[in-house]
């Protein structure tokens, strides 16, 4: 199986490709930035390399000529828009195998894709395309929840993950719902050196205040009206691993008290019982509310405030991390084709258009709900409109920026790139629109 490595700053494109390439037996690696792809090349092997010629920050011939001067027999191909097929053309005098257009077609691919393969086997004897290898990643399944990001949010939320899970350091997790703030607390626990033992999620939500004690501490048989038998808690459940405790700015004042007791001394009491048990438990806690605005009010315990925000992280909107989109949609994708056992390629172009102009309230778990009810109901190799749900077509083209509206359209772009120092990700973001548009405008108005 043949090994390739796809450079594609647009996200929705890059993935629809390298599903298209897996289906048809060849193990990809997608790379959205120059930065990122060199750094595969430099630890990986691989028998074939696809860049776009236009890449942000970067040039594709630049990047082709510095890949072929350190790895020469490795046949890399341009894929190109229409209007620069000419500049393809003279790549392939200085080293390109070969060019694809874009919008690609299908059959096309494969056999530049086949020709460019067989020509790097008659130019080097000593290697088989056609060797197996044992990973496929057509069959792998994820191996985590958490889904490492392009954007900066996502690169800075991944930073901290990465300092914080070595550590024992009490971590409260702050976001919107549905973001995804258990998985990340799986995430630092997988990293940590608990890794091996349980990761217990509470939702302290749905804990009534009266039996909250017996949930977190556990009870003795008989120790009160339908304790019919003895039960551990939820810490002694957690002992050497790491107690999640999802919403905690819902737990009443007094069992607050106890939760702090408990965190100090390291000990618990199940109810109805003499006998204090030890505990050792890393504590990761996750709200949606402002606890320090609870605190002024006096609804949440200022010592225990403290004692659970030894690190705060913050857990980005689906909105502030937009650039992502297209691979949490892939990733729920492939997740939803294992569980409906399903073989769904990619979003349409119109349903992905649909997907950048939604505001997502409901955030990750709206976007993989939206995408498993939409696999659900696809019968085709793609997501299509008409499989999404009627909320879609009653908000796509409420948020559009006023730019699209706008008479001096130019003006505002200019202003919006002032205000960022040129950082067209940051522009894209004040303008209320998804980069790939803004990078049109910049095309249409010839703004440099």
């Keep these: 199986m043949a090994k390739i490595l796809l450079i594609e700053d647009d996200v929705a494109f890059c993935k629809l490709l390298e599903k298209f390439l897996v289906k048809n037996d060849y193990e990809v690696t997608a790379t959205f930035s120059a930065e990122e792809a060199k750094s595969q ?35 890399v191909l341009l894929m190109t828009g229409y209007s620069d097929v000419n500049t393809a053309v003279k790549a392939m005098k200085n ?23 067989q020509m790097e086997t008659h130019t080097n004897s000593d290697k088989v395309i056609s060797e197996p290898k044992t990973d496929n990643k057509k069959n792998k399944k994820p191996t985590s929840e958490f889904v490492k990001g392009i954007s900066k949010a996502s690169q800075k939320l991944a930073e ?18 549905g973001t995804g703030k258990e998985v990340i607390a799986k995430s630092i626990h997988q990293n940590s050196s608990r890794t091996n033992n349980n990761f217990i999620a509470v939702d302290c939500g749905s804990i009534p205040k009266e039996l909250a004690a017996s949930e977190f501490f556990g009870h003795v048989k008989g120790s009160f009206t339908g304790a019919i038998n003895d039960k551990i808690g939820f810490f002694e459940a957690a002992n050497r691993g790491t107690l999640f405790l999802d919403e905690i700015g819902n737990l009443s004042y007094e069992n607050q008290i106890q939760l702090l007791r408990a965190l100090q001394e390291r000990k618990i009491k199940p109810v109805g019982s003499n006998k204090e048990i030890d505990v050792d438990i890393r504590i990761i806690t996750a709200t949606n509310e402002d606890l320090r605005e609870a605190v002024k009010n006096g609804t949440f315990r200022e010592d225990l405030y403290h004692r659970i925000n030894e690190f705060s992280i913050h857990s980005p909107s689906l909105v502030d991390r937009d650039e992502d989109l297209m691979l949490f ?64 077509f009653q908000n796509e083209n409420l ?28 522009a894209a973001k004040l ?3 998804n980069r790939k548009t803004l990078y049109n405008k910049l095309k249409l108005y010839n703004i440099n």
């Design 95 to 117: 080293g390109a195998a070969d060019y694809i257009s874009k919008p690609f077609n299908p059959e096309e691919v494969l056999l530049v894709i086949q020709n460019s393969l």
């Design 431 to 433: 303008l209320k629109i």
């Design 329 to 392: 949609s892939d990733f729920f994708l492939e997740k939803s084709n294992q569980e409906l056992n399903k073989k769904i390629i990619g979003l349409s172009a119109e349903v992905v258009t649909i997907f950048q102009n939604y505001r997502w309230p409901g955030n990750l778990r709206e976007l993989q709900n939206c995408i498993k009810r939409a696999t659900l109901l696809s019968q085709g190799d793609f997501i299509e409109k008409s499989a999404l749900p009627a909320e879609f």
């Design 41 to 75: 090349i430099k630890n990986n092997e691989f028998d074939l390399i696809i860049t776009d010629l236009r890449l942000p920050n970067y040039d594709g011939i630049k990047l082709m000529s510095e890949i072929k001067s350190t790895h020469p027999n490795v046949p």
């Design 160 to 177: 901290y993950i990465q300092l914080v899970s070595p550590t024992n350091m009490s971590v409260l997790i702050i976001g919107e719902s």
């Design 399 to 426: 948020d559009t920026s006023d730019l699209s509206l706008s008479q001096n359209e130019k003006e505002v772009i200019q202003e919006a790139l002032a205000k960022t120092n040129n950082n067209k990700t940051e």
